[in-house]
């Protein structure tokens, strides 16, 4: 799904597509869709994800300095 985001072409580029369409473009490609899939599952308070946040916190740091960084090229 997020490769092929990054593959849309429009003409009409709104906010939301020139915001949304490269940021999930890059997460792909920059390795960053599976700290980033248990980064938004946080809330769920479930015991496989808050343990794989748990083990991961250098991923989830990583992806946190990676997405700041995205977002303030912006």
Do not use: H, M
Not at 12 to 31: K, R, S, T
Not at 37 to 60: M, Q
């Amino acid at each position: 799904f997020f490769k092929l985001i990054g593959e849309y072409k429009t003409s009409n580029l709104d906010f939301w597509q020139n915001l949304y369409i490269p940021f999930f473009n890059n997460l792909f490609y920059a390795n960053q869709v599976e700290p980033f899939c248990y980064y938004i599952s946080t809330t769920n308070d479930n015991f496989v994800n808050n343990n794989w946040l748990e083990i991961n916190r250098d991923k989830i740091e990583s992806f946190s300095n990676w997405a700041n960084n995205q977002l303030k090229q912006k």
